[in-house]
């Protein structure tokens, strides 16, 4: 069974950075395309940023320039480096990843880390 584990949010000032990880395990024959995304209070979860097994990235507008998803193949760790945060940027990020497993290829998701960032 494939799972995947979030962690580094916490609290920062405004302007302040944060890097938070997302570690896979279970049994993993490749894992794909992997992203971030983000849900705020009382709004719909959005895209942040995806990454493919070739180190292709892109990113939603909002955190072009600030924000840099990276992986680690032999660590089966994808991180997102948060720069230059802001209030808006508040929320549970979550990690998300298509990964074969031992049934073929699904779509998994991480129980999410919180990130909030006072003004």
């Known amino acids: 069974q494939v799972q995947l584990v979030e962690s580094g949010g916490g609290l920062v000032q405004a302007g302040g950075s944060l890097r938070v990880s997302c570690v896979a395990s279970g049994s993993i024959s490749r894992i794909s395309n992997m992203a971030w995304y983000r849900q705020a209070p009382e709004k719909s979860r959005e895209f942040v940023a995806r990454i493919s097994d070739g180190g292709n990235t892109k990113y939603a507008d909002s955190v072009k320039g600030r924000f840099t998803i990276s992986r680690d193949n032999t660590k089966i760790t994808t991180y997102l480096q948060m720069n230059s945060l802001k209030p808006e940027d508040t929320a549970v990020y979550y990690c998300?990843?298509?990964?074969?497993?031992?049934?073929?290829?699904?779509?998994?998701w991480g129980q999410g880390t919180q990130v909030t960032v006072s003004a």
């Open positions: 998300s990843g298509t990964i074969r497993g031992v049934g073929g290829f699904g779509d998994y």
